[in-house]
């Protein structure tokens, strides 16, 4: 069974910047796609990012442009860096392989004050 451990949330101003990381396990890492999403209380969970398992990269709307996904497989690692966040970045965030398989993180949670 994947094991997903995320890191990296906290506190943060808007205009501010975090950067999440998810060490996988349990998978062939090198070989598969990973993806960032979030789930904001009241609201459903969304995609944010997606890279697949040769570097390429596609962002939802929202986040295109102030996040950047990228993955270390050497260290069975997948990044978010966030600049430029906005209170609506509020969330909390997971990631997963894509395909998701059936294991979910603890996810990380990220508030962002105005």
């Known amino acids: 069974q994947v094991q997903l451990v995320e890191s990296g949330g906290g506190l943060v101003q808007a205009g501010g910047s975090l950067r999440l990381s998810c060490t996988a396990s349990?998978?062939?890492?090198?070989?598969?796609?990973m993806a960032w999403y979030r789930q904001a209380p009241g609201k459903q969970l969304e995609s944010v990012a997606f890279?697949?398992?040769?570097?390429?990269?596609n962002y939802a709307e929202s986040v295109q442009g102030r996040f950047t996904i990228s993955r270390d497989n050497a260290k069975n690692t997948v990044y978010l860096q966030m600049n430029s966040l906005k209170p609506d970045d509020t969330a909390v965030y997971y990631c997963?392989?894509?395909?998701?398989?059936?294991?979910w993180g603890q996810g990380t949670q990220v508030t962002v004050s105005s």
């Open positions: 349990r998978i062939s890492f090198g070989s598969i796609g």
């Open positions: 997963n392989t894509v395909p998701t398989s059936g294991s």
């Open positions: 890279i697949n398992r040769s570097g390429s990269t």
